[in-house]
């Protein structure tokens, strides 16, 4: 796993449904302090003490009430202006059950390996303050992914085409 220093962690979850793999986003609820109403992966700060892996499968737990069933690897970490935060990704397969959403959540969405892989990313220029911060944008059908959470999934993108572990996770979750 890299090492450094991280405040968040977040879980890059992968479900393996009927129509083959999905990549799960949540929907931050409008009442949330930061990022509220925004597309997300399950996670959050970590606590004194907590591993930054741990603190990705609590706060998803927490969450949607699911859990892991394979680690696969962690991401880049990427660091968000605005809140200031050092997030640190884990891609793991999670176990494909009833979800049930706390009040962090508004809604869950579900987009298929296919489908992410046939979207192209934009680059978009976001303005916070005096800053002007370049993001990877994801206009999906349902949704639309920016910021952090575009980077993550820009990261997972480059990731995914190394065979090796396109194959790993296609075998482990297919």
Known sequence: ???GTYSAAVVVPLVNMENGINLLFT???ASLREHAG???F????IETGEKPFDAAIREMHEEIDASVSIFFTDLEPVFTIVSSHNVIPFVCG???SKFKLNEEVEKIYF???KDFLSCKPKTDILKYGRFKIQSYAWDFDKFYVWGVTGRILFSFRKKLTDLQFKNLVYNKMG
């Open 27 to 29: 929907k931050r609820s």
């Open 1 to 3: 796993m890299n090492k």
């Open 111 to 113: 987009l298929s390996m």
């Open 42 to 45: 399950p996670g959050g700060k």
């Open 38 to 40: 925004e597309i997300s």
């Open 94 to 96: 999670i176990n494909n």
